[in-house]
């Protein structure tokens, strides 16, 4: 959802941005330095091509006043010459601009996507609380409008200020004999009185600007937002288009959606009154100039001081200073735009470095066996969920963990995976390019088959042969020969299906550690069966960890694990193996005929003097 964060001061967002933009000038120096040299260059065409246009009024004007038909016909040779250069420059122009942004833009997406994917940082930010929302909004079209519109913006006020340094000295030379009326005849000379005209007129427009478009920042930020959010509710409807379908919940996604859009709607109409408000004032002030010019030199052309070319210069002058002054005035909305881009980038950027840093949860990888010694694992906010947990994995072992649905079994397989780092205690991991881990839901990526059972590998990373086997193995014959089709695989293939491809893909990798999460939870007892009957023929010294519920896992593993839950976060005890003598059944009998729960049946085995269900 949308963050209430407040936008920040403008040298907040200029800062931000220069920061962005100074280390990509460091990364590419050639390429941005390059860029910004020709973009530059042909500013200053265009300002020479805007000098040519004034003297070119100046003389043409004085033909007509003098009619002098040939003059006349030389400057509209001159004036085709300055459109050609113009139209020229002017493409020049666009194209450094364009390709100015794209490649500062390209820089900065390629380096957001690889800070989010250091170190799990997308998970953790995904997990955890304060993250940035919509990073995919905030990548693909906040990153967009940050650099393009930054672009525009610097180059405009670059050229913007060299307009205004050349033609306030050729409008202050124009106003030398400037005077005020006083009445009576008498008058007050103002040396340069129509740049004092300028300046003040851009004042008034600049002050008016500021006063009815402060408010946009903070307009476009919660457009952002709400625009985000909107998009996100329709990404979670096109990928649970299913379970909505069954469950008939389309009636309640329509609400959803519709409340959704309305709070873009609410933010786009507070944007839209903002800009009608600047919009009494933008349609004018440039006519406005030109009127006020042509009224302040007027007085002197009617007494004979200067000549009608000199006029349409002063005017022309006079226009081109106010263009200069008014910047400001032109480009608020775009820079109150602009602020809520930069604003987005930036804290997607401080959210991916807010969530590399390191918890207080001690880690260390490399290690000979999986160690876990006194592991305290809390939620975002605090809660402990897991509570003093010890686990020692060794080489070839393989080690279930049951326990009731929300006992904190899975955060322990991501605090093993590196993705949870919230908590206290340590663990020593086994090296990460010896160990996989497959979660309840496999990661299929778009592209081929091949592609999807080799990842994270290259798909030409093993042999076709290899991976058919490896599928026959899995049971998935009739995929075997579909290795070079393309399709959305995880659509395409039940959740079953997935993960027999996950274990035809343990199958390829041949881990030494394999980290199971309710990864056969899909499967049949059957299919389950033959997966574990896989994986200990074909990775015989393979650690393997397995997380579950389900009492049909018991067979499979050396030893079991429960996860107990209790008033200060869940504890994960051993459940001794029950002999047949004595009255107790075998722990997978037991657990199977258990019909409180596995945890029941673990509490229970911990305390031999309470009684424990009977297999009949």
């Known amino acids: 959802m949308a963050d209430e964060t407040s936008p920040p001061a403008e040298t907040g967002a200029l800062r931000d941005a220069w920061r962005l933009a100074r280390n990509w000038f460091a990364a590419e120096p050639l390429v941005a330095g390059g860029l910004t040299v020709a973009a530059i260059g042909l500013m200053l065409m265009q300002l020479a091509i805007d000098w040519g246009f004034a003297f070119w009024q100046r003389a043409s004007f004085d033909a007509l006043e003098a009619r002098d038909g040939a003059a006349f016909l030389a400057q509209i040779g001159v004036f085709a010459g300055l459109i050609a250069a113009l139209m020229a420059v002017n493409v020049g122009r666009l194209w450094s601009r364009q390709i100015l942004g794209m490649r500062w833009r390209r820089w900065l997406v390629l380096k957001l996507q690889a800070a989010m994917l250091t170190g799990s940082r997308h998970h953790r930010m995904e997990i955890g609380q304060g993250g940035a929302d919509n990073p995919d909004q905030r990548i693909g079209e906040n990153t967009r409008w940050a650099t393009a519109i930054a672009v525009d913006l610097v180059l405009g006020f670059l050229y ?16 030398a004999g400037f005077a005020l009326p006083l009445g009576g005849g008498a008058e007050l000379p103002v040396p340069g009185g129509l740049l004092w005209a300028a300046l003040l007129y851009a004042g008034l427009c600049a002050t008016i600007t500021w006063r009815l478009g402060r408010s946009l920042p903070r307009i476009h930020m919660d457009r952002n937002a709400a625009e985000g959010d909107h998009r996100f509710a329709l990404v979670r409807l096109r990928e649970n288009s299913e379970a909505i379908a069954l469950i008939r919940g389309e009636a309640d996604e329509r609400r959803g959606l519709a409340a959704a859009f309305a709070r873009v709607e609410a933010a ?37 001081a200067i000549t009608l070319g000199m006029l349409m210069q002063s005017a022309h002058a006079f226009h081109e200073v106010v263009r200069a002054l008014t910047w400001f005035t032109e480009n608020w909305p775009r820079l109150a735009d602009w602020r809520g881009h930069v604003a987005r980038v930036v804290e997607l950027e401080r959210a991916c470095e807010a969530a590399g840093r390191p918890g207080a949860l001690r880690r260390e990888e490399g290690a000979e066996q999986l160690e876990v010694a006194g592991l305290v694992l809390d939620t975002a ?40 780092p919230w908590g206290g205690g340590g663990l020593r991991a086994p090296c990460p390019s010896a160990s996989m881990f497959l979660p309840q839901r496999p990661y299929l990526p778009l592209g081929t088959l091949a592609a999807a059972l080799a990842y994270p590998a290259a798909p030409d990373a093993f042999a076709p042969e ?38 035809a893909r343990l199958l390829l990798h041949r881990p030494r550690w394999v980290f199971l999460d309710e990864a056969t939870s899909a499967l049949d007892e059957a299919n389950q069966g033959a997966m574990f009957a896989a994986l200990r023929d074909l990775l015989p010294d393979a650690a393997v960890l397995s997380i579950g ?13 429960a996860m107990v839950p209790g008033p200060g976060g869940a504890r994960l005890v051993a459940v001794p193996p029950l002999r047949e003598a004595g009255g107790h059944p075998p722990a997978t009998a037991l657990l199977g005929l258990s019909r409180r729960g596995d945890a029941t049946y673990a509490r229970r085995a911990l305390n031999p003097r309470q009684p424990v269900p009977s297999a009949g």
């Open 381 to 420: 906010c605090g809660r402990t969920l897991v509570a003093e947990a010890a686990l020692t994995l060794r080489p070839g072992e393989r080690v279930l963990i049951m326990g009731e649905s929300g006992s904190g079994k899975s955060t322990l397989f991501r605090a093993i995976a590196g993705l949870w």
């Open 268 to 304: 786009m109409h507070r944007m839209f009154r903002s800009e009608r408000a600047l919009m009494w004032l933008g349609c004018c002030y440039m006519p406005v100039a030109g009127a006020v010019a042509m009224g302040l030199s007027a007085p002197r052309f009617f007494a004979g």
């Open 466 to 503: 290899a991976m058919r086997a490896a599928l026959l193995r899995c049971r998935l014959p009739g995929l075997a020969g579909r290795l070079a089709e393309e399709a959305r695989w995880d659509r395409v293939l039940s959740l079953g299906e997935q993960q027999r491809l996950a274990f």
């Open 160 to 175: 913007a200020v060299v307009l205004l340094l050349s033609f306030a000295g050729m409008l202050w030379h124009l106003s």
């Open 549 to 561: 519920h389900r009492s049909t896992l018991v067979p499979h593993h050396d030893r079991v694990l």
